[in-house]
Structures are given as structure tokens and as C-alpha cells.
């Protein structure tokens, strides 16, 4: 079955602007995750949607980035006003239920480059 | 808070060669520790995991055993192949922080034939 899917694969923008990102999980799965990669480190947690309402957005840098997940599939994530901080590999994941003890599906992320 | 800690690298083995990564966490709950691995031009992959105290996740010849006393989730693989060069990723899961992977900063191994 298709895995998880995010576009686009690549993004380039220039500072001030606003970008949108999407992630597609796998078909059913509740959970879905955003975590963004700098360069030579992990992934960091940003938001954690179960269904369609975030249950944890503590990972959220600031207000300039948002999440949304309409209909509890699709999730975009919106960065505004960006900044060349920001750039890096965002990762969207998805899990078929939200348990901690469940394998989180990565997508091939999204790299960000903000000039 | 929640953290995991990585020896540093990068490693470089010859084929063959016996590895060993080191990982040790902090939680504040009992949490569920995983190794993701990202291989050259794909995505972050589950490698392994182990949910409990005692248990030992296990996966292409790969294997790590969660030590509650030592705080410790090493990962270790008798003989490694030029295709195990990729990037190593320990992680945690604390139910009592929404199932969130808290991850180290990664260690790339390097396999040489």
C-alpha cells in the first residue's frame, strides 16, 4: 500500500513569505505527526494531531507556524513570514493510533531553504 | 524533560566487523525506545524497538535490549555489510508525553568493503 507522501520534495522561498506543506498519511491511520530536521540531528517534534483536532502542539516554535488537519487525513503545515531559521527537512509521520509503543511511518520530508 | 543521547561519529567499519552504537536516555515515564535508520536517498525507517524493561528488539541481524537500571538501548549487529551504511537514529516514546518521538542526533556508519 502507498506509503506516506508529502509535498513538495523541495521548497525554496524567499524570507517574508509564506509556504504551505502538505503531508498525506497512510489510509486510516489516526495519528499524524510533524517534526522538523535540521542539518546533523534528529528530527524535533512540532505537532501531534489524533483524528482531525491537535493534541499536542508544544513543539511549535512560534506563532508563525500553524497546522491544520481538516478532515483528519491530510495535514498542511504553514509557516509565515519565513525566515532563513527555518530552513530544514520537515517531516511528516503517521501511526495507525496514536499509542507510544506504535511505529511512526515517515514521509520523505520536505526541504525548506529560505533565502 | 525527555532526551536521548548518542554517542558521537561518524563510524567507520570494515565489512564483517562487529558494531556496537551507544544510547542512553532520560524519560520521566516508562517509555517505548526504537532505532530508526535512514539509508542514502530514502526516508527515516523503523529498524527495531522494544516497549519494556527487559525486552530485546531485533530486526535484519540488528539487536538492542531496553536496561532500565543503565538507562541504556545500545545497538549492536555482529557482522556488518557494506549495506548497513546509513544514518542511526535512537528514539523514545513517553506515553506520558502524547507518543511524541523524543530522538538523538543520529550516528552515520560507514561500511567498507
Known amino acids: 500500500g502507498a506509503g506516506v507522501s508529502q509535498t513538495p520534495s523541495n521548497k525554496v522561498t524567499e524570507k517574508g513569505k509564506y509556504v504551505e506543506l502538505r503531508c498525506d498519511p497512510i489510509?486510516?491511520?489516526?495519528?499524524l505527526y510533524w517534526y522538523r530536521q535540521s542539518l546533523g540531528q534528529g528530527p524535533e517534534f512540532l505537532i501531534y494531531?489524533?483524528?482531525?483536532?491537535?493534541?499536542?502542539d508544544s513543539g511549535l516554535p512560534n506563532d508563525r507556524f500553524f497546522a491544520v488537519r481538516p478532515e483528519g487525513s491530510v495535514s498542511t503545515l504553514k509557516i509565515q513570514r519565513t525566515e532563513r531559521g527555518d530552513s530544514a527537512v520537515y517531516l511528516c509521520?503517521?501511526?495507525?493510533?496514536?499509542?507510544?509503543?506504535?511505529?511512526?511511518?515517515f514521509g520523505p520530508g520536505t526541504r525548506l531553504t529560505v533565502l | 524533560g525527555n532526551s536521548v543521547t548518542q554517542m558521537e561519529g561518524p563510524v567507520t567499519l570494515s565489512e564483517e566487523a562487529f558494531l556496537t552504537i551507544n544510547c542512553t536516555y532520560t524519560?520521566?515515564?516508562?517509555?517505548?525506545l526504537f532505532w530508526y535508520v535512514q539509508y542514502p536517498g530514502e526516508g527515516l525507517q523503523l529498524l527495531l524497538k522494544?516497549?519494556?524493561?527487559?525486552d530485546k528488539g531485533s530486526n535484519k541481524g540488528f539487536e538492542a535490549t531496553y536496561r532500565k537500571e543503565t538507562t541504556s538501548f545500545h545497538l549492536e549487529k555482529g557482522s556488518v555489510q557494506v549495506s548497513d551504511s546509513a544514518v542511526y537514529f535512537c528514539?523514545?516514546?513517553?506515553?506520558?508525553?502524547?507518543?511524541?518521538?523524543?530522538f538523538g542526533k543520529g550516528i552515520t556508519l560507514s561500511v567498507r568493503p
Open positions: 509521520a503517521s501511526s495507525p493510533t496514536g499509542l507510544s509503543y506504535n511505529e511512526q511511518f
Open positions: 524519560a520521566t515515564g516508562y517509555p517505548s
Open positions: 522494544a516497549t519494556k524493561a527487559d
Open positions: 528514539a523514545l516514546s513517553d506515553p506520558g508525553a502524547n507518543s511524541k518521538l523524543t
Open positions: 489510509s486510516g491511520h489516526t495519528a
Open positions: 494531531f489524533q483524528g482531525t483536532g491537535a493534541a499536542d
